[in-house]
């Protein structure tokens, strides 16, 4: 309880000196694309060739971003006709709910950019993809393509909950890209894991609140976490991300537990750090992978016997 306490002072001494240094950030909330898209499906819950050469000459930076993975009007209208339940589903329970979206996104946005001690301009477009990805972060904003985020929501009171956890998560990933100095993307699974779980962990100190998206990984990880440790720490310094990330495990394990080891770690560190400002900064650039997990003490926690080390 006392951490708990404590945790919201500091985030609320953050908020405060921040908005007393820095602006308010320039939101550019478009659901524009969405929209045109939804003009076209309606007719018959399918887009002609030329209609989805239409949808995706729309000036829109979140199509632009996606153009890759939508990758042609023939493939977008082959991933329509294939799914075309998920696309339904996203017009009728997400859409409405993200036209209305704005100001809670600003919101989340705005205290995301203070906690981090942040600024500028972000850019969140709403679209409708190729059914291949849910939400995309580049230094210039966040996408968030809607027949796969809106996959299980089934309220608008979820859409809206989802909708908020999701920008939530990516706005983090923007200020990462903008802090990185790297030039290779080329990961290592503990680098990629730390990423996405600095996402999670610091987007849940943002919105007061554990996410929907992190339950399942939650509980499993309370329940196994020696042997997540055990398994993970043997290739975290390898390329290969299965089972791990971005793919369904063959155990029983559930996806993107990367996310949650990624996320304790972080968590250990932050925590444990007196100086917020620079371990945020720290986390965000992320210079050396290793150095943050041996400053997090993480493996000592779980393993204390073979890990027991002093660090400066």
């Known amino acids: 309880m006392k951490q708990i306490i404590s945790n919201k ?3 609320v001494l953050l908020i405060y000196i921040s908005s007393s240094l820095q602006a308010h950030a320039v939101t ?20 002609s060739l030329e209609e989805a050469n239409h949808y995706l000459a729309n000036n829109s930076y979140g199509l632009k971003a996606l153009s890759a993975r ?31 979206l704005e100001d809670d996104a600003n919101e989340i946005i705005s205290k995301s950019l203070s906690f981090l001690l942040e600024s500028g301009n972000v850019s969140v477009d709403i679209v409708f993809g190729a059914n291949n990805t849910a939400a995309t972060a580049t230094p210039d904003g966040i996408i968030l393509a809607l027949e796969s985020v809106c996959k299980g929501v089934s309220s608008a009171k979820e859409a809206e909950s989802i909708l908020l956890e999701y920008i939530a998560h990516e706005i ?3 200020f ?3 802090n990185s100095k790297r030039t ?23 919105m007061e609140r554990s996410g929907e998206l992190q339950k399942e990984r939650e509980t499993y990880g309370a329940k196994h976490e020696k042997m997540i440790w055990s398994e993970f720490s043997k290739v975290m310094y390898e390329n290969e991300y299965f089972p791990w990330l971005y793919s369904k495990p063959k155990s029983n394990m559930p996806p993107d537990m990367g ?4 996320k304790r770690i972080i968590k250990k560190l932050y925590e444990q750090t007196p100086s917020k400002k620079q371990v945020i900064k720290d986390i965000l650039v992320l210079k050396d992978a290793k150095r943050i997990l041996n400053r997090s003490l993480y493996q000592n926690q ?11």
């Open 70 to 100: 939508i990758n042609g009007a023939k493939n977008l209208t082959l991933a329509i006709d294939n799914n075309t339940q998920d696309y339904r589903h996203a017009i009728d329970i997400c859409l409405p709910v993200a036209m209305q």
């Open 176 to 178: 990462q890209y903008r």
């Open 9 to 11: 002072l500091v985030f």
């Open 302 to 312: 779980i393993s204390p016997l073979r890990y027991f080390q002093i660090f400066s």
């Open 259 to 262: 996310y949650w080891i990624g």
């Open 28 to 47: 550019n909330y478009q659901t524009s694309a969405a929209e045109a898209f939804l003009k076209s499906f309606s007719q018959n819950d399918a887009l």
């Open 172 to 174: 983090i990933h923007v």
């Open 184 to 206: 290779s993307l080329n990961f290592t699974l503990l680098e990629i894991s730390l990423i996405e779980g600095a996402a999670d962990y610091f987007s849940e100190i943002v």
